[in-house]
């Protein structure tokens, strides 16, 4: 990233929050991803008031997205992303530049951050899995039947999800909403020697073009590795 972003990150933090332990930027602009609209993500971490919260705001002429945490809401969050395999906070803490550090905490918590997104997150459960293989299925079947452009269309981007998804979480590795979902499947690829990311997306431009056979066989070639299509016998327990 630009020696810019950094300074003025850091010129926010100590200018609003100069009672702060620690604070990290993180995000597209630290991972070289940035676009010419991506913001700075910056992550702040207090002992109490007016932690904990989330703003967005411009500073000298750049978007903002603030993160301010207490210990407790951290924790949170972190607990969070590794329940849902979406590290969000993880990797906003884990993969940052360290704007400030008054105790230690900024340095350790990257570094705990760090640890656990190498670690990768929980294997799915064998319900996990059947629920998602049930899931692709069912959205495959509606895809295939379907005679409406508009929602064969929007069926196709809900599947996209569905088994990027899958592939991501199904090998062990941290899955994402959105263009994280896009980059962590690319990565993904990128070590596993498979274009999934590149022949999903194909196949969501091939349904608006009216085709959908390249997203039909991509995702079947998909179910096929965590044990193909699975509807009868499907069943999920209801709340207590």
Same mark, same amino acid.
């Given at each position: 990233?630009?020696?810019?972003?950094?300074?003025?990150?850091?010129?926010?933090? /100590?200018? $609003?929050?100069?009672?702060?332990?620690?604070?990290?930027?993180?995000?597209?602009?630290?991972?070289?991803?940035?676009?010419?609209?991506?913001?700075?993500?910056?992550?702040?971490?207090?002992?109490?008031?007016?932690?904990?919260?989330?703003?967005?705001?411009?500073?000298?002429?750049?978007?903002?997205?603030?993160?301010?945490?207490?210990?407790?809401?951290?924790?949170?969050?972190?607990?969070?992303?590794?329940?849902? $395999?979406?590290?969000?906070?993880? $990797?906003?803490?884990? +993969?940052?530049?360290?704007?400030?550090?008054? =105790?230690?905490?900024?340095?350790?918590?990257?570094?705990? /951050?760090? #640890?656990?997104?190498? @670690?990768?997150?929980?294997?799915? #459960?064998?319900?996990?899995?059947?629920?998602?293989?049930?899931?692709?299925?069912? $959205?495959? =079947?509606?895809?295939?039947? /379907?005679?409406?452009?508009?929602? +064969?269309?929007?069926? @196709?981007?809900?599947?996209?999800?569905? #088994? @990027?998804?899958?592939?991501?979480?199904?090998?062990?590795?941290?899955?994402?909403?959105?263009?994280?979902?896009? +980059?962590?499947?690319?990565?993904?690829?990128?070590?596993?020697? !498979?274009?999934?990311?590149? @022949?999903?997306?194909?196949?969501?431009?091939?349904?608006?073009?009216?085709?959908?056979?390249?997203?039909?066989?991509?995702?079947?070639?998909?179910? !096929?590795?965590?044990?193909?299509?699975?509807?009868?016998?499907? #069943?999920?327990?209801?709340?207590?």
């Amino acid at each position: 990233m630009s020696i810019d972003g950094f300074d003025i990150a850091r010129s926010l933090v /100590c200018e $609003r929050f100069p009672g702060a332990r620690a604070a990290w930027l993180g995000g597209s602009t630290v991972l070289g991803m940035a676009t010419p609209t991506s913001d700075l993500d910056i992550s702040v971490l207090f002992d109490g008031r007016p932690a904990p919260y989330s703003e967005s705001l411009r500073y000298q002429g750049w978007p903002v997205e603030l993160f301010v945490h207490t210990e407790e809401a951290m924790r949170h969050f972190l607990a969070k992303d590794r329940k849902d $395999r979406r590290p969000a906070t993880l $990797r906003l803490i884990g +993969r940052s530049l360290v704007l400030l550090d008054n =105790d230690g905490s900024g340095e350790s918590l990257r570094e705990g /951050c760090a #640890t656990q997104l190498a @670690a990768g997150p929980d294997p799915l #459960t064998a319900q996990e899995l059947q629920s998602a293989r049930y899931g692709i299925t069912d $959205r495959l =079947d509606d895809l295939v039947g /379907c005679a409406d452009d508009d929602e +064969r269309l929007l069926i @196709a981007t809900d599947l996209w999800q569905a #088994t @990027a998804d899958l592939l991501l979480t199904g090998h062990g590795h941290w899955t994402g909403t959105g263009k994280w979902l896009h +980059r962590e499947l690319a990565a993904f690829d990128h070590h596993a020697g !498979t274009e999934y990311a590149k @022949a999903l997306a194909h196949g969501v431009r091939s349904v608006a073009q009216g085709n959908p056979e390249p997203i039909v066989e991509t995702v079947t070639q998909a179910l !096929t590795i965590f044990g193909g299509r699975f509807f009868d016998g499907f #069943t999920a327990q209801g709340p207590a």
